[in-house]
């Protein structure tokens, strides 16, 4: 069967997300498998995470910070050296139209040909777990902004003024699904993101345990033992 990310070389990747770490936890094995394919992923990160409790870092400014380094290096880890932190305040996030338009200045600058972000329709991760609103709000404002804003010139028309004309997107993933119609298998990338997860180290607490916990969860969602997988809902475009 064809692979549904069999795309060309240097194909442009961008990843916008809520918090630093999101990428990694939702995604890392595919970032990995991607950067390894020869395609250009790129990170927008619309807070910095000042939120995220940290006994190290009282002091919010502090943590915001820590945790641009750590994501810094993170997604070094992954193969992706271009992240761009947006300053909205972490946990306040709303998807409302100014952030529309940064988002769109975003895609619109980087010009890639796939859009990743998060479900916005995903209120239950899971039987004990709730979605954090960010990432939903996150998830609503890269849909709206991928359609219709990017591709309309009539769309945030300072934009233009600005020299980012409007764009068009092949395709948008979104992880987290709430259904997901592709699985990619990302066995063999486990490792790296849970050595990307490592960087995180002002919210993952002893990396010890954290690693025993990251092992565990791999048991739970996988449905063999020794494969991991990473779930999507998939959009392609038509052209
Ligand atoms: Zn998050």
Not at 8 to 17: D, E, R
Request: negative net charge; hydrophobic residues 40%.
């Amino acid at each position: 069967m064809e692979q549904a990310d069999n795309w060309p070389v240097g194909t442009t990747i961008l990843v916008i997300l809520a918090h630093p770490d999101d990428p990694e936890f939702f995604l890392g094995g595919t970032i990995a498998r991607w950067t390894t394919a020869g395609y250009q992923v790129k990170y927008g990160l619309l807070t910095k995470g000042e939120r995220g409790i940290s006994p190290d870092y009282p002091e919010s400014q502090k943590l915001a910070e820590v945790r641009v380094e750590e994501q810094k290096n993170a997604a070094a880890v992954l193969g992706v050296h271009e992240v761009t932190f947006f300053d909205y305040q972490d946990g306040y996030l709303v998807p409302s139209l100014e952030v529309r338009r940064e988002v769109t200045r975003l895609i619109r600058s980087v010009r890639p040909d796939i859009v990743v972000s998060c479900d916005p329709q995903n209120y239950f991760v899971s039987e004990t777990y709730l979605n954090h609103p960010d990432h939903r709000a996150a998830g609503q404002v890269v849909v709206d902004a991928v359609f219709p804003a990017v591709s309309n010139p009539s769309f945030f028309p300072e934009l233009i003024e600005e020299g980012y004309p409007a764009v068009r997107v092949s395709e948008l993933w979104l992880s987290l699904p709430a259904q997901a119609n592709v699985v990619l298998d990302v066995s063999e990338f486990w490792q790296r993101r849970a050595q990307a997860l490592l960087e995180h180290k002002s919210q993952i607490g002893d990396p010890k345990k954290f690693l025993e916990h990251l092992k565990e969860r791999r048991l739970e969602s996988s449905d063999t033992e020794d494969r991991y997988t990473e779930r999507f809902r998939r959009i392609i475009f038509r052209k």
